[in-house]
């Protein structure tokens, strides 16, 4: 059974950074990826990287937030850069392997001052 296991949100001021960890037991993904979901709103696809290290980015955080990948650790890093209070959403890990999806628990990002 993977299992996901997420850490380092919490509350930071506009501007500032955050750097979210996810660590992967019981399965080795291709492709390992952060959504987030904010109140009212669908879940968003935020970033994704595969297991070479090809990365992909929203629009809406590219050249803040930079994705990576440690595949001996089988974690995966999003490094938050010049948050916006619009930043603020619950952050979920996902794993994707052979047509199947996994997820993490979440973690509550806050962008406020």
């Known amino acids: 059974q993977a299992q996901l296991v997420e850490s380092g949100g919490g509350l930071v001021q506009p501007g500032g950074s955050l750097r979210l960890s996810c660590a992967a037991s019981g399965s080795i993904f291709s492709i390992m990826g952060w959504y987030r979901q904010a109140p009212g709103k669908q879940r968003e696809l935020v970033a994704s990287?595969?297991?070479?290290?090809?990365?992909n980015y929203a629009d809406s955080v590219k050249g803040r937030f930079t994705i990576s990948r440690d595949n001996a650790k089988n974690t995966v890093y999003l490094q938050m850069n010049s948050l916006k209070p619009e930043d603020t959403a619950v952050y979920y890990c996902?794993?994707?392997?052979?047509?199947?999806?996994?997820w993490g628990q979440g973690t509550q990002v806050t962008v406020s001052s």
């Open positions: 990287i595969t297991s070479s290290g090809m990365a």
């Open positions: 996902n794993g994707y392997r052979l047509g199947r999806s996994s």
